[in-house]
């Protein structure tokens, strides 16, 4: 009777299941038994649950001058369970971006870029940069004061950007200044274009690991043993364990810390201190010592060397092979931002 | 095997997570059942007190619930009985429903929550409407025309005297239920200075009509044409035909009169109204309350007089001004406007009083007023034409300047004061000197006729545009 | 030896499975919640009707409802009842009779009895009764409870 079951289904969806078992059984080093090796695996998890609230937000959520506010509020505040979703949703954003600046210097300092993992890396700082934007755009999205300012000042700061800059930010904000317009290109951009991009960029990253394998790292202790361990269900585990984890988590920041709904925006009043998300507190605190044009060139650059970063480390090493330079480069770069960050953080204005 | 055992550990630890998982989302439900629903409260707001009146009245008086309902006060939580309220002794007080309560809410009350608004008005030229007893005008109404005209004419702006109805002992007379009843000269009564009966000079609701209490409507220019308007002080009129009003009504939809903040240039530039200029905001100066704070000349006597502090009264208008003109534009209004209220005062303002004063002096006419001719036919010319040149020139209005205005003060003046003071004076030489004298200055020798030249200037002007003589 | 093994292991997985399944699922009932319309709390207003001795036992009062609606108040000794005087059948005007003790519509000979239940004719047939609504009683005074417009 089963067996008749399971050959109906397999005449009309002819999958090869010894295949499927083979492709999840796919062996995965040793070293990944290490909790600290799932950090990739956390930004696709919080992704997926980002997706899901995402969805769900999206039913109540109305992207308009406005309603966009009001919207937040009806959620937040009368529909059942909506304040959690809306939370759970904040500080899953909050978690990927720092999981993934976390699996971004976990790669970079084990030098996991390196030949001939070069693409992966590329895709890795593009799926870095989408989920920053994401961010801003999700941000932006609430139309509370805070944010509408936030979304402003980076209208003027896409401004500054030389030769193009005028261009560009009547491209962001749909004309002159925020109006319904910048509402409805940031919702298209949060809710279909980035994610759809992070989607395929994800699956070039993921693609691109397996064709590869994950990069071999040995530890002292386990040198030369080459063990691996099957993807299905030893590894598959932790990443359940993570994920659950994670929710647990997420609930609890959820419930501790619920995401909370400031002024309604008000483009007659710019408040006293106008502060961005914490993620770009950097390039706030950039902007405020070096100036805007420079700021912006500046850090368009950062993130350009960033992005061609396996190269230039190609290069280096070809003239001084074993040297560790970019170690170093890397974190006085990471110790740069992690400065500037706290700076603008316990900076009053 | 090992490897097993690795398994199940993680089994293990997943299905713990799980259950943990299952109480934080429990912690989640009882955190969204303890959750106060901040379902947005429907308006109004009520105390107790007031929401008792208004169960009653939604019933027994609907339109006036419903306004109430709709107004910012509803939302405010300002109820029936927040504002109705009255202390057991205060004379109006009566007893309903158990508790005491009035019928008049006066400026007194309402400077419980806004009394910066209720001092600027009562230092202001309204709150002192109904002191105008010593008046010519009060003659008039009272004595002229009759008590009735006074109470229904001149008081329904100027205000009454709100007085409570007594018997022969003193005493207030109550109706069944014990409620004072009112003079019904007196009430039924919005005039703007109407002196209440505890001791408040005006009402709030001249403008701010009950019990909606729009700030729209009092930024409406016809709030302000119930009074200021007809023959004597045709001010609606004057803005009416002023290109101030042609923008307002054009323009009413952008004018933004329900906004909070009215302040010209920024939550509007469609037109002014009257509050605009003489009472509301600009991004210099506050609103005020005091609708002569920005008031340089009295145009109102019969002859006027720059009012005291004149200049810094007249800043404050031009900063109203030139929120929509240029300096050059606002001072050069201000000398055209100067200019004509001299050319009244001197031309016929001042020689009319003068003359009226020398045949009083002179004993040719009595002291007591409106009994002559000659006192209806001054009064015409200053109260009535003479303000109409003068407001019209003053809130550029050109036909009231004019036609209404000049042009009549002028045949006033000439066709019927002059020979009417002629005929009283024709066997005073002396004064018939002093009429000849007046008459005698420069500006009145056209009287005597105009030159040649002129003349057939005339005669070919209007034998080239209308082809016939002059008539 | 297996056979406890696999027992052991059979627990284990139904645990580990069971509570994944029982904390997401709980999880997919909160989202079910959150999508799911709310039923509108009906906003209701007191309006006041008259003093309790203002109305006759055994008799009824035609109240007029700010919807445009009336509404008859029956006194039955102590105990009043609201009930819309609008048939449920056709929408003909039902009247009181004192000595039938019912409400009767002349339009179709429908008869409800005190608390508005149809007893005859077309409204019993078809099952339909007379809208009823709540009273409250303040102090000496009577009001009927309406839904906020």
Same mark, same amino acid.
């Given at each position: 009777?089963?067996?008749?079951?399971?050959?109906?289904?397999?005449?009309?969806?002819?999958?090869?299941?010894?295949?499927?078992?083979?492709?999840?059984?796919?062996?995965?080093?040793?070293?990944?038994?290490?909790?600290?090796?799932?950090?990739?695996?956390?930004?696709?998890?919080?992704?997926?649950?980002?997706?899901?609230?995402?969805?769900?937000?999206?039913?109540?959520?109305?992207?308009?001058?406005?309603?966009?506010?009001?919207?937040?509020?009806?959620?937040?505040?009368?529909?059942?369970?909506?304040?959690?979703?809306?939370?759970?949703?904040?500080?899953?954003?909050?978690?990927?971006?720092?999981?993934?600046?976390?699996?971004?210097?976990?790669?970079?300092?084990?030098?996991?870029?390196?030949?001939?993992?070069?693409?992966?890396?590329?895709?890795?700082?593009?799926?870095?940069?989408?989920?920053?934007?994401?961010?801003?755009?999700?941000?932006?999205?609430?139309?509370?004061?805070?944010?509408?300012?936030?979304?402003?000042?980076?209208?003027?700061?896409?401004?500054?950007?030389?030769?193009?800059?005028?261009?560009?930010?009547?491209?962001?904000?749909?004309?002159?200044?925020?109006?319904?317009?910048?509402?409805?290109?940031?919702?298209?951009?949060?809710?279909?274009?980035?994610?759809?991009?992070?989607?395929?960029?994800?699956?070039?990253?993921?693609?691109?690991?397996?064709?590869?394998?994950?990069?071999?790292?040995?530890?002292?202790?386990?040198?030369?043993?080459?063990?691996?361990?099957?993807?299905?269900?030893?590894?598959?585990?932790?990443?359940?364990?993570?994920?659950?984890?994670?929710?647990?988590?997420?609930?609890?920041?959820?419930?501790?810390?619920?995401?909370?709904?400031?002024?309604?925006?008000?483009?007659?009043?710019?408040?006293?201190?106008?502060?961005?998300?914490?993620?770009?507190?950097?390039?706030?605190?950039?902007?405020?010592?070096?100036?805007?044009?420079?700021?912006?060139?500046?850090?368009?650059?950062?993130?350009?060397?960033?992005?061609?970063?396996?190269?230039?480390?190609?290069?280096?090493?070809?003239?001084?092979?074993?040297?560790?330079?970019?170690?170093?480069?890397?974190?006085?770069?990471?110790?740069?931002?992690?400065?500037?960050?706290?700076?603008?953080?316990?900076?009053?204005? | *095997?090992?490897?097993?055992?690795?398994?199940?550990?993680?089994?293990?630890?997943?299905?713990?997570?799980?259950?943990?998982?299952?109480?934080?989302?429990?912690?989640?439900?009882?955190?969204?059942?303890?959750?106060?629903?901040?379902?947005?409260?429907?308006?109004?707001?009520?105390?107790?007190?007031?929401?008792?009146?208004?169960?009653?009245?939604?019933?027994?008086?609907?339109?006036?619930?419903?306004?109430?309902?709709?107004?910012?006060?509803?939302?405010?939580?300002?109820?029936?009985?927040?504002?109705?309220?009255?202390?057991?002794?205060?004379?109006?007080?009566?007893?309903? !429903?158990?508790?005491?309560?009035?019928?008049?809410?006066?400026?007194?009350?309402?400077?419980?929550?806004?009394?910066?608004?209720?001092? !600027?008005?009562?230092?202001?030229?309204?709150?002192?409407?109904?002191?105008?007893?010593?008046?010519?005008?009060?003659?008039?109404?009272?004595?002229?025309?009759?008590?009735?005209?006074?109470?229904?004419?001149?008081?329904?702006?100027?205000?009454?005297?709100?007085?409570?109805?007594?018997?022969?002992?003193?005493?207030?007379?109550?109706?069944?239920?014990?409620?004072?009843?009112?003079?019904?000269?007196?009430?039924?009564?919005?005039?703007?200075?109407?002196?209440?009966?505890?001791?408040?000079?005006?009402?709030?609701?001249?403008?701010?009509?009950?019990?909606?209490?729009?700030?729209? *409507?009092?930024?409406?220019?016809?709030?302000?044409?119930?009074?200021?308007?007809?023959?004597?002080?045709?001010?609606?009129?004057?803005?009416?035909?002023?290109?101030?009003?042609?923008?307002?009504?054009?323009?009413?939809?952008?004018?933004?009169?329900?906004?909070?903040?009215?302040?010209?240039?920024?939550?509007?530039?469609?037109?002014?109204?009257?509050?605009?200029?003489?009472?509301?905001?600009?991004?210099?100066?506050?609103?005020?309350?005091?609708?002569?704070?920005?008031?340089?000349?009295?145009?109102?006597?019969?002859?006027?007089?720059?009012?005291?502090?004149?200049? /810094?009264?007249?800043?404050?208008?031009?900063?109203?001004?030139?929120?929509?003109?240029?300096?050059?534009?606002?001072?050069?209004?201000?000398?055209?406007?100067?200019?004509?209220?001299?050319?009244?005062?001197?031309?016929?303002?001042?020689?009319?009083?003068?003359?009226?004063?020398?045949?009083?002096?002179?004993?040719?006419?009595?002291?007591?007023?409106?009994? /002559?001719?000659? /006192?209806?036919?001054?009064?015409?010319?200053?109260?009535?034409?003479?303000?109409?040149?003068?407001?019209?020139?003053?809130?550029?209005?050109?036909?009231?300047?004019?036609?209404?205005?000049?042009?009549?003060?002028?045949?006033?003046?000439?066709?019927?004061?002059?020979?009417?003071?002629?005929?009283?004076?024709?066997?005073?030489?002396?004064?018939?000197?002093?009429? /000849?004298?007046?008459?005698?200055?420069?500006?009145?020798?056209?009287?005597?006729?105009?030159?040649?030249?002129?003349?057939?200037?005339?005669?070919?002007?209007?034998?080239?545009?209308?082809?016939?003589?002059?008539? | 030896?297996?056979?406890?093994?696999?027992?052991?292991?059979?627990?284990?997985?139904?645990?580990?499975?069971? @509570?994944?399944?029982?904390?997401? @699922?709980?999880?997919?009932?909160?989202?079910?919640?959150?999508?799911?319309?709310?039923?509108?709390?009906?906003?209701?207003?007191?309006?006041?009707?008259?003093?309790?001795? @203002?109305?006759?036992?055994?008799?009824?009062?035609?109240?007029?409802?700010?919807?445009?609606?009336? =509404?008859?108040?029956?006194?039955?000794?102590?105990?009043?009842? =609201?009930?819309?005087?609008?048939?449920?059948?056709? @929408?003909?005007?039902?009247?009181?009779?004192?000595?039938?003790?019912?409400?009767?519509?002349?339009?179709?000979?429908?008869?409800?009895?005190?608390?508005?239940? =149809?007893?005859?004719?077309?409204?019993?047939?078809?099952?339909?009764?007379?809208?009823?609504?709540?009273?409250?009683?303040?102090?000496?005074?009577?009001?009927?409870?309406?839904?906020? =417009?």
């Amino acid at each position: 009777m089963f067996d008749k079951l399971t050959k109906w289904v397999l005449e009309r969806a002819p999958v090869n299941t010894e295949e499927l078992k083979h492709l999840s059984a796919e062996p995965v080093p040793n070293h990944l038994k290490r909790w600290w090796w799932c950090l990739g695996g956390t930004p696709a998890y919080l992704f997926i649950v980002q997706v899901v609230t995402g969805i769900l937000l999206a039913f109540y959520y109305v992207p308009s001058f406005d309603h966009a506010y009001d919207s937040v509020r009806y959620i937040t505040e009368e529909v059942p369970f909506g304040w959690w979703l809306r939370s759970v949703h904040k500080w899953s954003s909050i978690f990927m971006i720092m999981s993934v600046v976390l699996h971004t210097l976990r790669v970079f300092f084990t030098g996991a870029y390196r030949a001939p993992r070069e693409f992966t890396w590329m895709t890795g700082t593009l799926l870095l940069g989408v989920t920053l934007m994401l961010g801003f755009t999700g941000y932006s999205l609430v139309f509370e004061q805070l944010s509408y300012w936030g979304a402003t000042v980076a209208g003027n700061m896409a401004q500054a950007v030389p030769v193009v800059g005028e261009l560009m930010a009547r491209m962001l904000i749909g004309g002159e200044k925020i109006a319904n317009n910048t509402l409805t290109r940031f919702y298209v951009l949060h809710a279909g274009v980035l994610p759809v991009a992070m989607v395929v960029l994800i699956f070039l990253h993921i693609v691109l690991i397996r064709v590869h394998g994950v990069s071999q790292f040995e530890f002292r202790d386990e040198k030369g043993t080459g063990k691996t361990f099957p993807f299905y269900p030893d590894h598959f585990y932790t990443e359940l364990i993570m994920g659950v984890s994670l929710t647990i988590l997420l609930t609890c920041f959820a419930i501790i810390f619920p995401a909370e709904l400031g002024e309604r925006a008000n483009p007659l009043v710019t408040p006293a201190h106008i502060k961005p998300e914490w993620y770009f507190f950097f390039t706030f605190r950039w902007l405020k010592i070096t100036g805007l044009t420079f700021a912006i060139i500046s850090t368009g650059f950062f993130f350009f060397l960033m992005f061609i970063w396996p190269f230039i480390d190609a290069l280096i090493r070809k003239f001084k092979p074993k040297s560790e330079i970019s170690v170093w480069i890397g974190a006085f770069a990471f110790i740069g931002i992690l400065i500037l960050t706290i700076w603008e953080a316990v900076a009053e204005h | *095997m090992a490897s097993e055992m690795d398994l199940n550990f993680k089994r293990w630890i997943i299905a713990i997570l799980s259950l943990l998982f299952l109480v934080a989302l429990l912690v989640v439900a009882w955190v969204e059942g303890g959750k106060e629903r901040v379902i947005q409260k429907p308006k109004p707001i009520m105390s107790g007190d007031s929401s008792k009146c208004f169960d009653c009245h939604m019933q027994k008086s609907p339109v006036i619930a419903e306004q109430w309902r709709d107004s910012k006060h509803a939302q405010m939580g300002v109820g029936c009985y927040e504002c109705h309220k009255a202390g057991k002794d205060e004379v109006d007080a009566f007893l309903h !429903e158990g508790k005491h309560i009035k019928t008049i809410v006066t400026p007194k009350t309402c400077a419980t929550c806004h009394s910066d608004i209720a001092e !600027e008005f009562d230092s202001s030229h309204h709150s002192k409407a109904a002191q105008f007893t010593g008046s010519l005008d009060n003659v008039l109404g009272h004595f002229v025309e009759g008590p009735l005209a006074e109470a229904n004419g001149c008081w329904q702006c100027h205000g009454s005297n709100v007085a409570l109805l007594k018997d022969d002992k003193g005493d207030i007379i109550r109706d069944e239920n014990g409620k004072p009843k009112f003079d019904p000269l007196t009430w039924p009564n919005t005039g703007i200075g109407r002196v209440n009966l505890d001791g408040s000079k005006g009402s709030c609701t001249a403008c701010h009509s009950r019990h909606v209490f729009s700030k729209a *409507m009092a930024r409406q220019p016809e709030t302000c044409g119930k009074c200021h308007m007809g023959p004597d002080h045709p001010q609606i009129e004057i803005y009416n035909e002023s290109k101030h009003g042609i923008a307002y009504r054009t323009q009413l939809d952008k004018m933004n009169l329900d906004s909070d903040s009215w302040i010209v240039g920024k939550d509007y530039s469609a037109a002014p109204t009257c509050a605009t200029c003489h009472m509301s905001a600009t991004p210099n100066q506050p609103t005020t309350h005091d609708v002569g704070a920005r008031i340089s000349w009295t145009l109102r006597p019969p002859v006027s007089t720059k009012l005291d502090n004149w200049e /810094e009264k007249r800043n404050g208008m031009k900063d109203t001004c030139m929120q929509c003109h240029s300096p050059d534009f606002v001072n050069g209004f201000y000398k055209q406007f100067d200019d004509t209220i001299e050319l009244y005062n001197t031309k016929f303002g001042q020689p009319a009083t003068d003359i009226m004063d020398m045949l009083k002096e002179r004993k040719l006419i009595t002291r007591d007023p409106f009994n /002559e001719e000659i /006192e209806w036919t001054y009064f015409f010319l200053w109260h009535h034409e003479g303000r109409r040149a003068r407001m019209g020139v003053s809130m550029q209005g050109p036909d009231y300047t004019q036609w209404h205005g000049f042009f009549e003060v002028a045949h006033r003046f000439y066709f019927e004061l002059i020979p009417q003071a002629k005929e009283l004076a024709h066997n005073d030489k002396e004064a018939m000197k002093f009429i /000849e004298d007046i008459l005698a200055r420069p500006e009145h020798q056209w009287m005597n006729g105009i030159s040649k030249e002129e003349q057939d200037k005339i005669y070919k002007f209007y034998m080239k545009r209308y082809g016939q003589k002059a008539n | 030896m297996t056979k406890k093994i696999s027992r052991r292991k059979f627990l284990l997985n139904l645990s580990m499975w069971g @509570g994944l399944m029982a904390s997401y @699922g709980t999880g997919a009932l909160y989202v079910f919640r959150y999508l799911l319309p709310e039923k509108k709390a009906k906003q209701l207003r007191k309006i006041y009707v008259a003093p309790l001795n @203002g109305i006759e036992s055994g008799k009824t009062l035609k109240f007029r409802l700010p919807d445009g609606n009336e =509404a008859l108040i029956l006194r039955l000794g102590d105990k009043y009842t =609201a009930l819309s005087n609008t048939c449920p059948h056709l @929408g003909c005007k039902v009247k009181w009779r004192k000595q039938e003790s019912d409400f009767f519509c002349p339009c179709h000979n429908g008869e409800f009895n005190k608390e508005g239940v =149809a007893t005859a004719g077309p409204p019993a047939t078809e099952h339909k009764d007379l809208k009823t609504y709540q009273l409250k009683t303040i102090g000496e005074s009577l009001f009927i409870e309406v839904e906020e =417009a």
